[in-house]
Every structure is written in C-alpha cells, then in structure tokens.
C-alpha cells in the first residue's frame, strides 16, 4: 500500500512539474498573443489571430501527439516533456490570449481619452495605464485555466510521460485495484485543484487593492 | 494678433449621423469662450477635435498654427507622424464630464504621471508641482487618497489638477460639472472662474450654467445642428441673440434655472 | 516530399470511418449531458440540504479533476461491478457526466436569471411546484444559455479523441492506426487536426448565429 502511494506521489510531484512550467510558458505566451491580437498593425494582430483560432479550435490531444509524431519529420526532435510542455502551454495560452483581450477590452475608454489628453504615449498608456486595470479582471477566468491545464496534463500520460496518470495505469496494470487507485488519483487532483483556486482567490485580493470603486 | 485655434470647415461624422457640418472658428490666446447648445448638436465632439481624440473627416483644424495631422516636410505635406502629433497635442489639456481619473493611482500620483512620464520631470520636481496643483484646487491633504475614497467634486478638482500641471496652452473642459451633486458645482465653477481670470491659458468651456457663461467668458458659442449658429460676447448672445434658435434656447434654459 | 497528396487522399475513407464515430460520441454524450446536467442543476438548488450539498460536491469534483481518469475509472471500475458496456457506450457515459457538471452550472445560472416575479407569479397561480418548473421556469431559463450550451458541445466534440486510450476507433484513433502501419504521421495528424479545426470553427459560427436569432427575439 505504501508503495503504491509512493508512486503515485512521484507521478504526482511530475504533474506539478509540468503545470507549474506550462503555466509560465502560457502567462507569457497569452500575454503576447493577447496584446498583438489587439495590435493595429497587421503583421502582429494576424498570426496571433491564426494562432489563437487553430489552438483553440483543434484538440489538444490531437496537438500533442501532432508535435510528439509529426515534428521529428520537420527535423524537431523534441522530448516526450519538452513536447507535453510546450502544447500544454499553447494550449491553455491561446485561451489565455482571449482573457487578456477581453480584459484589456473591457478598460473604459475613458482612460484611454484621459491618457490621450495627457498625451501619454501608446506603450505608457498600455504599461501604466490600461494593462494595471485590466488585470484584476484577467485573473479569474485565469484561475480556471489554471485548473483545466493541470487537467490536461492527464493527457501527456498519452506519450508517455510517467506523471500522475500514467502511473495509475501502471499501478492499475499491476495490481488490478481500479477503484482504488483511480479513485485516490481523483482525490489527489481534487486536492490540486482546490489549491490552485486558492491561490488564485488570494492573487485577486492582492491585486484589488485600491481598484475598488466606490 | 494670431489664432490659437483656427477651425474651417470643419466636418465629423459617427456611423451615419453627421455631428459637424461645416464649423468656422478663430479663438485668440487667453480668451474664455464658453459653447451652449442642445444635446447632440456637435460641441463635445468639438472638443474632442479639438484634444486630438478624434480627426475631422474635413477641413482645416489648426493648434497655434500648426494641424496636428498633417506635416511639412521639405517643403512637402504629408500625414503626420506620432512625435509631430503628440507634439501638438501637448499644447491642449481636457477635463472629462466623468473624470477619468486612473482608479490604481492615488490624486497625486494621479497628477504627477504625466509631467514625469511626458515631460520629463524628475520625481522630485513633479511631485512639488503636483503639490501646488492640488493645493490651488483645494486637495492637497487628499494627496494620497484614492479615486474611489473621494466625492465626485474632488475627484473632478483632481482631474483639474492633474490636466493643469501639463501646462498646456489650451484648456478644455467638457460639461464637467453634469455628472455632480448640484451642491458640489459651485465650487467647481468658482475654480473655473479663477482660472479664467487669470487669463494664462486659452479656456474653451462646455457648459449649461448660463449665469457662468454670461459672467466669465469673453465670447460665448450656440452650436446647433453641427455648426456655430451664433458667436459673439455674452451680452449679446444672452441680452440680444440674431437668431430665433438661440433666443429659444436660452429662454428654456433660463426657466428651468428659474 | 514532406506531405504527400496522395496519400491523404488514400487515408480519407479510413479517416470519415473515425468521424462518424466521433460525430456519434459527441451527439450521444451531449444528449446525456443536457438531460443529466438539468437534472443535477435542480437538484443542486432543491431546499433539501442532503440533495443539494451531494449534488454540490460531485459536480465540484467532476470539473475539477481530469475527464481522462473519469474515462479510465469508469472502462477499467464497471466491468467490477458486473456493468459491461461496450468502449463507445462507456465512453459516452463518461463524456455525459463530464460535460453534465460544465451543463448544471450553465443552467443554474439560467435558472437564477429568471426573474424572482415569476416565481411569486407562479405560487400566486397556485401551480404545484413540478408543473411551476415544467411550464414557467425552465422554458424561460433555457435560451439565454443556449449560446453557452452550444460552446460546450463544441468542446466536448474536441474531447473525443480521449476515447482513443481506450480504444474506440474514432478519428484519432484512426489516424495513430494509420501512423502505426504505414509510419507515415504527418498526413494523418494534419488532417485530423483540419478537420476538427474546420468543424469547431463551423460550430462556432453556428453557435454565434443561434445567440444572435435569440438575442433578436428578446
């Protein structure tokens, strides 16, 4: 019993790994693609829009085995992590693109005219003016973004990386205890889950502070 | 002596509803001019012209002489880039019907943004005019208040604050006390009047206190239907309009003050 | 030639055989999933606290916990317990349950939109609780999440490529059965990955006309 836990701890301790590291990847990647989604110039807001469409609209698990089988053709030869990382952080970035914009969006255009009539340039605008608003309302739908990236990463266990699922298939195989083994491997994702959303609740007070409006 | 703003001809239209058709304009250096007129007859519109937050769909807009989106170059006319834009932008501050102050930011910083960010300030340097500012609308123990800690008359006197400290050439003001408490206006339009009697900046006010246009401006505007109907000093525009419109107008408004 | 024409053409035929599958899944989990997800939206808001905080928990859980190890719990847990459904069949129930939690909330919120008014316009009829729901609340709640319905369809049709793991043959499936044989990956994936581009796209333009016809209604 108390190996079959240590193995699923192990497998546990990877799916951390993967979406702490996808996670960053993805925060930096929404942010980018948001912002040049909303750009005037062609050249950025294009292959952003493209990007985000063909990520959002196709399955990530198609993704993922897409760039495990078909990039070794094109000369990429990446590993099993490297591969679930980056889809994973494609993935949850090009929803996470769409959260930046409708925040950004969401900025009265009051501040826009307040800042023009101070003649703030576009960048300082962006930096000091509109991105600090916007992302109070960016972090709870990131929060659930967050949680649906730690569930995805369920799927790398498709190619092989030994994380929290893929160890429960092992153990599974092994000692034909299904109930227990996928069901403590729900708790533990459970518990993840619930860890997440409190750190996120957390994020939002601290970053409210002095934008609530009376 | 030479037109701090110079309007001809000027024509804006939104989707399908054309607000300004055909607006003629000289206002001189340090005048008060105050613009009445029904709702949507163009004179927001005007000032957002007029602020660079818009562009005429035609006709001739010109800031101390120069339009803000067009430039010579060699002796050529050509589309105005970012730094001639924002060049001329800089001689024209606005005040907002619903202030817009920047809700993350306390009043100070509020109004120190820009002269650090834009001009250049130091830190140092911007924070003691800021101070003067605040000090000059009344605020400066609100200094490290927040927007959402403060009554609509002080943040109003903040946004003053913070679009004086650009010291801009122009100063609109775009019905900025329509969205207060009525017992808060008159300090507003107090303030008002002691920028205008001053007399350092060109004041170009939107307003429907009629008693304030008569009393503090030198030259008062009825826009109606996209254009400058009427355009002369107070006592004429009030005592003795030309136009029926105008003598409408400001008959309605007066009763309902009364 | 790093895509060859050809052979994708081939593979089509054996590719259609996945989607009809997949197309089959996605329908059928979607019907489980809006009846089931009513069901349990109800149930969450009932006045009876051991129906409701139950009811709480497991939708809690389902949604927060990944649908591929619900999919493995239920194909590897229900042969134990004497339940034998085929793959496609238990894929589906998975699907169903998944996606009734994502469908419980949607129509919670589309429950509690509906102003308070009809209620007391309901009680004060007199109408009994079940012909209350049946005839003045729930068509009410209903349109406004339509638009939210519609977007998860789209996102359960992308997760059916999950059922492959445990080996129903829908077009994932056959696209790895594909690259197993013949070695060749790229045509297969690609073209996989087109088609569900091509159709998601398509839903979602479906879904939007659909909530402008009901905005227009209102």
Known sequence: MNELILLLLRGLAVTVELTVAAAALAVIIALSAGLARLSRRRALAWPAAVYI???????????????????PFFGIELSAFTAGTLVLALNTGAYGAEV??????????????????????????????????????MLPPAGNLAIELMKNT??????????????????????????????????????????????????ERRASRGLERA | MEAIIRLRNVHKTYGSTAVLTGVDLDVAPAETVSVIGPS??????????????????????????????????????????????????????????????????????NVTEAPVHVLGL?????????LEYLAMVGLEDKAHSYPAHLSGGQKQRVAIARALAMQPKIMLFDEITSALDPELV????????????????????????MQF?????????????GVILEDGPPADIFRSPRHARTRRFVESILETVR | MLFDWRFAWDILPRLAEGLVVTLQATVLGMAVALSLGLVLALARRSRYRLVAWPAGVLVEFIRSTPLLVQIYFLFYVLPDTGVRLSPLATGVLALGLHYAAYCSEVYRAGLESVPKGQWDAAIALNLGRWRMMKDVIVPQAIPPVVPALGNYLIAMFKDTPLLSAITVFEMLQAAKLIGAESFRYIEPLTLVGV????????????????????????
């Open chain 3, 195 to 218: 088609v569900f581009l091509l159709l998601s796209l398509l839903s979602a333009a479906a879904v939007r006309w659909v909530e402008s016809r009901l905005r227009l209604e209102v």
């Open chain 2, 186 to 209: 008159g300090g507003i339009l107090e303030l008002l009047r002691t920028l205008a009697a001053r007399r350092t900046m060109t004041l170009v006010i939107v307003t429907h206190h």
């Open chain 2, 122 to 130: 130091a830190r140092g340097e911007a924070k003691a005019r800021a």
């Open chain 2, 213 to 225: 246009a008569e009393s503090s401006s030198d030259r008062v505007l009825f826009f109606d239907g």
């Open chain 1, 154 to 203: 369920a799927l790398v266990s498709l190619i092989t990386i030994t994380e929290l699922t893929f160890a429960a298939q092992l153990l599974r195989a092994e000692t034909l205890r299904s109930a227990e083994i996928f069901g403590l491997v729900l708790v533990l994702y459970f518990a993840v889950a619930l860890l997440i959303t409190a750190g996120v609740r957390l994020l």
């Open chain 2, 40 to 109: 949507g007859s163009g004179k927001s519109t005007l000032l957002r012209l007029l602020m660079t937050l818009d562009r005429p769909d035609a006709g001739t807009l010109e800031i101390d002489g120069e339009s803000p989106w067009t430039m010579t170059r060699n002796g050529k006319s050509m589309a105005a880039n970012e730094a001639h834009l924002r060049r001329v932008r800089g001689k024209v501050g606005m005040v907002f019907q619903h202030f817009n102050l920047f809700p993350h930011m306390t009043a100070l910083e």
């Open chain 1, 53 to 71: 469409e063909v990520f959002r609209g196709t399955s990530a698990l198609v993704q993922l085995f897409w760039f495990y089988f078909v990039l």
């Open chain 1, 100 to 137: 930046v914009r409708g925040a950004v969006l969401a900025v009265p255009r009051g501040q826009l005219d307040a800042s023009a009539a101070l003649n703030l340039n576009r960048l300082q605008t962006l930096r000091r003016i509109v991105l600090p608003q916007a992302f109070p309302a």
